[in-house]
């Protein structure tokens, strides 16, 4: 089955810079990789999500690229803001949807 | 309009007990899944299933027993509650088998096992 790795488990960035989170996952059959984001006490959310034919995708602050090949996938966000601090969670999917161990982003005002 | 609805939000109950939680999604979805989220955070797959049918049933021991009597309602069974249940458990929903689409959670159900 599918397994997803996720770094770092933590992360703290001062307001302003960029984070980046990386996942790599083992199945090739995989071919949908989307993001959650999940606030304190609350239910995780998509973000952005990116399928196999694409590269790169990016919406406002945040972007998804895509590596088949080396089969691994980053989550950029830039001018991150303290409402950015919340646990991400990188995810592979192909016959069933497998999560990365999640993030937790702080981003300090 | 919540899309995915899982009730209580909150169970604390003792050792031993059995315990339901429900999950009802609006959303014309096929597919319903069961995640289990524990203190670490992990979001693990427990059970998915697709119009009624059971698709996905990882190791979970057989005290769980998930129950989908239509396409738009799965619910979890509990049975013989054990300390380490104690998690947040989130109903999940998609358009379609398979996970190849956006998933939709619930609000969660915390449940402390005393």
């Known amino acids: 089955g599918e397994n997803v790795e996720q770094h770092p488990s933590t992360l703290s960035v001062q307001e302003g810079d960029s984070a980046v989170i990386k996942c790599t996952y083992s199945?090739?059959?995989?071919?949908?990789f989307p993001w959650y984001k999940q606030e304190l006490g609350k239910r995780p959310q998509l973000i952005i999500d990116?399928?196999?034919?694409?590269g790169e995708k990016k919406d406002q602050r945040i972007a998804v690229t895509l590596n088949k090949t080396a089969k691994h996938f980053s989550l950029h966000i830039t001018e991150t803001q303290p409402e950015d601090s919340a646990v991400y969670f990188c995810?592979?999917?192909?016959?069933?949807?497998?999560f990365g161990a999640g993030t937790r982003l702080t981003v300090k005002p | 309009d919540t899309a995915v609805s899982q009730t209580p939000k909150y169970l604390v109950t003792q050792m031993g007990n059995d315990k339901s939680i429900k999950c009802e999604q609006n959303?014309?979805?096929?597919?319903m899944y069961w995640y289990k989220q524990d203190s670490k955070k992990f979001l693990k797959i427990m059970f998915s299933?697709?119009?009624?049918?059971?698709?996905i049933n990882e190791t979970v021991p057989n005290r769980f027993s998930p129950k989908s009597p239509d396409k738009a309602h799965l619910n979890l069974h509990i049975n013989s509650l054990e300390l380490g249940d104690s998690a947040v458990y989130f109903c999940?929903?998609?358009?379609?088998?398979?996970?190849?689409?956006?998933?939709?959670f619930g609000e969660g159900s915390r449940l402390t096992v005393l």
């Open positions: 299933y697709n119009n009624k049918e059971l698709i």
């Open positions: 990116i399928r196999s034919n694409v």
């Open positions: 999940a929903s998609s358009q379609t088998s398979g996970s190849l689409g956006e998933l939709f």
């Open positions: 199945d090739s059959a995989s071919n949908y």
């Open positions: 959303l014309g979805h096929d597919t």
């Open positions: 995810a592979a999917s192909g016959n069933d949807m497998r």
